[in-house]
């Protein structure tokens, strides 16, 4: 008999229940990700983690066009090396996603450790303090089994043994398996035997043969009597199985049921029984639980929420910002003002006020809302609450000291605190940040509306996107869509969404284009037609790429600290990505990659968009205002 806390004594049925939680774990077949942390740890918001932080962002990226990558990230003693491998019968797409999700188990599985590994079902990824790359390591192997046995495992073991040799010497010694893996079908009985090896390609061969044969030695030994096993080594890798694991569409629930019939019965009955009395000591402790909750709730539930709710009321605003103060105004955005705060606990957020008059009603402010609160990662502004108010609807976001990169890109003195090391560091978080949203966040989201004047600036210089009232949200294999009513920002605009308006991934991908040249040349592309006879800043840049005189348009304030090399390469990948037809741009994944290694070949750009004049009457003015050429913000034209 259980009672409700009282003067009685009250017997626990929490380890009782556990032990039966855990034993029927035990009978259930383990799963990745399976994985290995070191002891020795580091701080947070040290040198190495940032590292750590930025190496491993990058790598989802790099594995959409290679399987097999490593790299280091710092400098010494703070310098952090990585590498991942996707097994070779992987898709680039899945290899993405597989290292995507280890980056993730790794942050939760190994926090604050100097090294981990991390194998996922497809993949493994790797880092350290030390650098491991070229050496061999077989220590702290991993074996799982498939639960199921074979009916004559010393022939299985035979005939394993046997193939496993022959693959480990085909991966390791055949010039022409170039990635270090190999596969097999043999035939067992009335059954085919499929197996997979596979090495990281930073060993040298007589490595990859030396783990390949720990790998079959260890696995052989601890699982020769089991229908599959894999074996899990940081230099390499090992599968058997009785069903096709390496070819398309096959899965776990094609293996054969074991013959061993009474020991199936068994553990069917067991885990019947098992489950049958957890679930009725399940069912008590619930009981308990429910009338202390409800108590709780009453006493509790009110300041929780509150504390949790990212719902600001407008009269802590008001207190934030000295009833919108002027002195407090940051500056005037697309859709309102923006107003500094400082909030009861002391935290200085940027608060966007949404106009009255301001074209973004109740459903653009609501999807920036349920947009933002979604996205986490360090390219991206953090929303810190929200509001609405009768006719306010307000936006905190976290506060960022240096404004936005357009404040100190356009302006000739400002610039100067931006050297060469600076504005490629800005590109490749941008760069990031976009990558995020296309294809690493559990959305995939469409920006629509990149310019300097939405990139965030930290203390650090550190860049960070913002503004996602005019987002969109793709859902499965959408490719692109149409829309009649076009927003987003003269300069920016990619041609197919400004004439047709058609939009996708690769419209973000023009406007990051005409950010990076403006950030490498420190001029504007919108109103260039008004300082020289040509439709815009990206048409020159074309121009003069193909008379081979790129270095002219390099920012005076650059010449001290930018190699010419590395400012044609990076004006090379702007143009990339401002080309007309949107099918030419490469991805953001691809950019990325393109950004962080000078090894990548770059392909010829064709014409941009816009080089013959069409968008030039939307920039008219008068030529004694050249000096504060606005960016023009549209929301409702209707395409031709």
């Not at 499929?194 to 490595?207: G, H, K, M, W």
């Not at 929200?386 to 000291?401: I, T, W």
Request: glycine content about 6%; hydrophobic content about 40%; aromatic content about 10%.
């Amino acid at each position: 008999m259980f009672y409700f806390p009282s003067d009685r004594k009250t017997i626990n049925p929490v380890p009782f229940l556990c032990f039966l939680i855990t034993l029927l774990c035990h009978l259930a077949d383990a799963a990745p990700p399976y994985w290995k942390c070191s002891n020795v740890s580091y701080t947070d918001n040290s040198r190495f983690h940032k590292n750590l932080a930025d190496l491993l962002i990058s790598l989802p990226s790099n594995a959409s066009v290679s399987k097999y990558y490593n790299t280091s990230t710092g400098n010494d003693p703070d310098r952090v090396y990585g590498l991942y491998m996707c097994f070779d019968y992987v898709a680039n797409e899945m290899c993405r996603r597989c290292i995507n999700t280890a980056q993730s188990d790794m942050q939760t599985l190994c926090p604050h450790s100097k090294e981990a590994v991390v194998w996922e079902d497809s993949c493994l990824l790797r880092y350290s303090n030390e650098n491991f790359f070229g050496r061999l390591n077989v220590r702290d192997n991993i074996a799982d089994e498939n639960s199921q046995n074979i009916s004559d495992p010393k022939k299985f073991k035979s005939v394993l043994n046997e193939t496993l040799n022959r693959l480990a010497k085909q991966a390791a010694y055949n010039l022409s398996a170039a990635e270090m893996h190999a596969t097999e079908e043999v035939a067992f009985e009335d059954k085919l035997i499929y197996a997979f090896v596979q090495c990281t390609t930073d060993l040298s061969r007589d490595y990859c043969d030396k783990c390949l044969v720990k790998a079959k030695e260890d696995v052989l030994t601890l699982y020769y009597f089991s229908v599959g096993a894999r074996l899990m080594s940081r230099s390499c890798y090992l599968r058997f199985e009785l069903y096709a694991f390496y070819t398309a569409g096959a899965s776990e629930a094609s293996v054969p049921r074991s013959p061993n019939k009474n020991g199936s019965r068994r553990k069917i009955l067991l885990i019947t029984i098992l489950t049958t009395v957890s679930a009725c000591l399940a069912i008590l402790l619930l009981g308990s639980c429910v009338y202390l909750a409800v108590r709780k709730r009453n006493k509790e539930g009110r300041n929780y929420r509150k504390a949790q709710d990212p719902y600001i009321s407008l009269a802590a605003i008001h207190a934030a910002t000295s009833n919108f103060s002027d002195s407090n105004k940051l500056g005037e955005g697309g859709f309102g003002p923006v107003y500094k705060g400082i909030l009861n606990d002391g935290m200085e957020v940027a608060i966007k006020r949404l106009s009255s008059l301001s074209e973004q009603g109740l459903e653009e402010f609501t999807n920036e809302v349920l947009l933002i609160m979604k996205l986490q990662h360090k390219n991206l502004v953090r929303l810190c609450g929200f509001c609405v108010e009768g006719e306010e609807k307000l936006l905190a976001y976290e506060f960022m000291p240096n404004s936005s990169l357009d404040v100190i890109l356009f302006d000739s003195k400002k610039r100067a605190r931006l050297d060469w090391s600076r504005r490629i560091s800005i590109i490749s978080g941008i760069a990031r940040g976009i990558l995020y949203l296309h294809e690493d966040s559990r959305l995939r989201i469409i920006h629509r509306d990149l310019k300097a004047s939405n990139i965030l600036l930290d203390n650090d210089m550190n860049p960070k996107i913002s503004d996602f009232g005019m987002a969109r949200i793709f859902v499965g294999s959408e490719g692109e869509a149409n829309t009649a009513t076009i927003v987003g920002t003269y300069g920016y605009m990619a041609p197919e969404y400004a004439m047709e308006g058609l939009y996708s991934v690769k419209s973000d991908v023009f406007a990051f284009g005409v950010l990076l040249i403006e950030i490498i040349t420190g001029r504007r592309n919108a109103g260039f037609h008004l300082i020289r006879r040509i439709p815009s800043l990206i048409a020159y840049a074309w121009q003069l790429w193909n008379e081979g005189n790129g270095l002219e348009l390099m920012d005076p304030l650059l010449v001290d600290s930018c190699d010419a090399d590395e400012f044609l390469r990076y004006l090379h990948i702007g143009l990339l990505c401002v080309q007309e037809d949107a099918d030419d741009r490469p991805t953001m994944s691809y950019v990325v990659v393109m950004l962080k290694s000078e090894t990548v070949a770059l392909g010829q750009p064709q014409k941009p968009a816009f080089s013959t004049g069409r968008f030039a009457d939307h920039y008219e003015m008068r030529a004694d205002h050249i000096s504060s050429i606005n960016e023009q913000s549209v929301s409702n034209v209707v395409p031709r």
